[in-house]
């Protein structure tokens, strides 16, 4: 009878604001995070580590059980069966191969059984999270079993000598501050934490809460304002407009910017759930990440987006750097990185952006986005050189006209297409975004695949003429 209360309760405020049970479920919870951190920062923070691992498990446990029910059986399997991986194949490739593709398709399996047409907050959105989380503890192990000459200045920092008990892992997993969207952090860093050895011990005492508190409050009312924003913004330019006569008969350049300005608005979301998330991180303490050059505390270690690279991208390898970034970092070290065998750059990006494409699941949007990363990065690297070499070209860039000019031609550049690239991401439907796509005459393929052809054949054109080198140099 409690229960039911409460999801009528629930179910009023949502349709007060504007927003699903499912989704206001999930902010609750994301916030419940904040009085676990006081608890643990003035009863547990420094004191018995079992006491700790219990009191995460416990806390993220209950929260996930809030918003999934008897569905958190299945973060147990994966955790339980992941354990017993490690356990019996010790520090080895084949561990993490059978680690890989055991919760890769369990994720699977999951999307396929549970999804629909449209985003749902399923037990799935916290075990993908989990996934990566489980994966990157079996290389991370089998790092630490290797010749510590040839690894990674990251490698050497996150490898584990020895295999986490399974109390570890299990808490490491559910920890409250990220279980149920992230963000990505290392089991070295859990346990440092736990160990109390994170933060130096002689700055035990200048860490306490009201140190970091400044940064969680910070992100926390940033969170609040993306949040608005993105209330604002859905309700002035929603995804039903997109796919109205309205929108279809409107001027070509207008239709560009409404779809710029939807995807910007659609990004908000996410944005603010990863700002909550890192304030609770910062309140926690798990985001301490040293000092910088002047001596003062970083509270960045959990950072998952970098606001000011976000807002003022004049290129899409901007918004990869800042968007995400504690799950782009992951894919870098890996994937991409540990993808080095194949000898080529062009190819481990491609099997990276695929690993991701089949991680978010089996929607044609997904595999579509990512599609239309992989050709604007391309595109963005093959025409930099050129330019870059376009002496009379580099002259006016340098000039105070020729700065604002560049930044406002890459301002609009990057929003316009923006809305092109991630289009398919955020409606998933092959029916939807072919419907939008034709309406702005797929000019994103236009004019990124047509230039990359293009450029084959006008590359000495763009670089213009340089001077010539002296016999002597």
Known sequence: MMIETQTSYLEGIANYVGADEASLRLIVSIFIGFPLAFIHRNWLYGKSQTQQHVFFICSGFLMGFWNFGWAMGHSLTALCLTYMVLKFFGATGLSIIVTMIFNMSYLLWGYWTTSTESYDIMWTMPQCVLVLRLIGLSMNYYDGKQNQTKLSDYQKKVSLNNLPSLLEIAAFVYFPGSFLVG?????????????????????KQQIELPNSLKTAVKSTLLGFLYLGLFQFGSAWVPTEYLLSDNYANSNFIKKLFFLGFWARVTLYKYIACWLFTEGVCTTFGLSYNGKDNNGNDKWDGCQNVDLLTFENATQFNHYILSFNMNTNHWCAEYIYKRLKFLGSRFASQFF????????????SGYYVCFFNEFMIMFFEKDITGPLKKNENLQKFINTPVGKIATWCILKIYTFVFMGFAFLPLAVLSYEKYLAIYKTVYFNGYIFFLGSIILLRFIKPLIQGNRTPRSHAE
């Not at 070295?188 to 994170?198: A, Q, S």
């Open 183 to 203: 963000p990505q952090f290392s089991m070295r860093r859990y346990i440092d934490f736990t160990n109390g050895v994170l933060i130096n011990n002689n700055e």
């Open 352 to 363: 990276t952006l695929a690993f991701l494409a089949i991680w978010h699941g089996f929607h």
